[in-house]
T-cell receptor, first 115, second 110 residues
Framework: EAQVTQNPRYLITVTGKKLTVTCSQN?????MSWYRQDPGLGLRQIYY???????DKGDVPEGYKVSRKEKRNFPLILESPSPNQTSLYFC??????????????FGPGTRLTVL | QQQVKQSPQSLIVQKGGISIINCAYE??????FPWYQQFPGKGPALLIA?????SEKKEGRFTISFNKSAKQFSLHIMDSQPGDSATYFC?????????FGTGTKLQVIP
């Protein structure tokens, strides 16, 4: 089954404790992206990757890091989480980032709480 | 700064009625306008999308109307059903990035 998977689905942590949220897709997609969803703010793009070893900042990159060492994986790293990073996070992928008419496929989400 | 403005924030419609959600954008470099539907506990999923050289696109009960000169587009859900109750996001795509609206929570009551 073609899908985007994220782990963990739920995470409660404390301020300053480094964490990684994994994202994997099995569709051989070139483009992958991370979003955070907050009430009243919709989905905001954190980072995106056009292909392996190619990443770029989205609209809200502060406090996050990403890497794209393999085509299928795009982990999101919070090196020193803070309470304002409490949010619902979505990973998404699409066939290409340059082709305009590409559907993005979203993972099931990771609900992160930083105490 | 929200580049895609979406309204209303919430909407209650009776079964069989028409649901209308509006979006406006500022960046004329956007060249693809998808709508996503999100059910509770799930990730968003593409519902319907339109290119700026088309004024209307219809898929079943869902229609996008696009006004390029006004930089506005809207989603119309005809004969709304309780199963349509979800959060709807408009979006605008440029070269590499996608910008989403703030979302509309739709409730269709029997």
């Amino acid at each position: 089954e073609a899908q985007v998977t994220q782990n963990p689905r739920y995470l409660i942590t404390v301020t300053g404790k480094k964490l990684t949220v994994t994202c994997s897709q099995n569709m051989n997609h070139e483009y992958m992206s991370w979003y955070r969803q907050d009430p009243g703010l919709g989905l905001r793009q954190i980072y995106y990757s056009m292909n392996v070893e190619v990443t770029d900042k989205g609209d809200v990159p502060e406090g996050y890091k990403v890497s794209r060492k393999e085509k299928r994986n795009f982990p999101l790293i919070l090196e020193s989480p803070s309470p304002n990073q409490t949010s619902l996070y979505f990973c998404a992928s699409s066939l290409s980032g340059t082709s305009v008419y590409n559907e993005q496929f979203f993972g099931p989400g990771t609900r992160l709480t930083v105490l | 700064q929200q580049q895609v403005k979406q309204s209303p924030q919430s909407l209650i419609v009776q079964k069989g009625g028409i649901s209308i959600i509006n979006c406006a954008y500022e960046n004329t470099a956007f060249d693809y306008f998808p709508w996503y539907q999100q059910f509770p506990g799930k990730g968003p999923a593409l519902l319907i999308a339109i290119r700026p050289d088309v004024s209307e696109k219809k898929e079943g009960r869902f229609t996008i109307s696009f006004n390029k000169s006004a930089k506005q587009f809207s989603l119309h859900i005809m004969d709304s059903q309780p199963g349509d109750s979800a959060t709807y996001f408009c979006a605008a795509k440029g070269y590499q990035k996608v910008t989403f609206g703030t979302g509309t929570k739709l409730q269709v009551i029997p």
